[in-house]
């Protein structure tokens, strides 16, 4: 069964420092990843995905993230941290599942402080 | 907008007594779930309609269960809420006719509270 790992529960970095929130999975095949991100009391915004091509993926609010096959991992990255990027950070890999449609888990997340 | 929507924002309950979260959608998407989502903890898949078709995670306890009257809406019930059914509960949707892996959209969710 696929699994997803993020080893940092807690992270605070100052306003404008560069950012790397680190994710690794488990998954017998290509996997589809996802960087969702949520605020307190909110749902899941999904920040950006990696399905197949280029392994470094853009997404929105300037964050970006890459795949590595080698080491198990999609990093998700910012240059400038704003303050407004304070939420809570989850990676997830998607599946397909039995009957259709698909299936996501999550890792357990990583929330990001901001120090201004 | 296209969007998820899910009423109520905030749902009270008390131990015992069945509780209906609503989900609804104008993507016209043919796949929708519901996650559970308890304080400090990842979203757990609970069960997801494929079309009219329902699938159960395997360790989702029989006091939930879902209904499916139409493609726009599904409802989230509970027959006898515990303290420990306290989460929020988030409903996210998908198009998916095979083939090609396809993104879910997720709707604000609803914090349900078990006094």
């Known amino acids: 069964a696929q699994s997803v790992t993020q080893p940092d529960i807690h992270i605070t970095v100052s306003e404008g420092a560069s950012l790397e929130l680190r994710c690794n999975y488990s998954?017998?095949?290509?996997?589809?990843l996802f960087w969702y991100v949520q605020s307190p009391g909110q749902g899941l915004q999904l920040l950006l995905k990696?399905?197949?091509?280029?392994?470094l993926v853009q997404g929105i609010k300037g964050f970006e993230a890459e795949f590595k096959r080698s080491q198990s991992s999609f990093n998700l990255r910012k240059p400038s941290v704003h303050w407004s990027d304070a939420a809570e950070y989850f990676c997830?890999?998607?599946?397909?599942?039995?009957?259709?449609?698909?299936?996501?888990?999550f890792g357990t997340g990583t929330q990001l402080k901001v120090e201004l | 907008d296209a969007m998820v929507i899910q009423n109520p924002r905030y749902q009270v309950t008390q131990f015992g007594k069945p509780v209906t979260l609503s989900c609804s959608q104008t993507?016209?998407?043919?796949?929708m779930y519901w996650y559970q989502q308890k304080s400090s903890q990842a979203p757990k898949l609970l069960f997801h309609y494929y079309d009219k078709d329902f699938n159960n995670e395997a360790d989702t306890p029989d006091n939930f269960q879902s209904r499916r009257p139409n493609t726009s809406f599904c409802f989230l019930d509970i027959r006898s809420p515990g303290l420990g059914d306290a989460a929020m509960y988030l409903c996210?949707?998908?198009?998916?006719?095979?083939?090609?892996?396809?993104?879910?959209?997720f709707g604000p969710g609803t914090r349900l509270t078990v006094l």
């Open positions: 996210a949707t998908s198009r998916d006719h095979g083939g090609h892996y396809n993104e879910q959209f």
């Open positions: 997830a890999v998607g599946d397909r599942v039995t009957g259709g449609g698909n299936k996501l888990t």
């Open positions: 990696y399905f197949s091509g280029d392994t």
């Open positions: 998954y017998g095949a290509t996997p589809y």
């Open positions: 993507l016209n998407h043919n796949v």
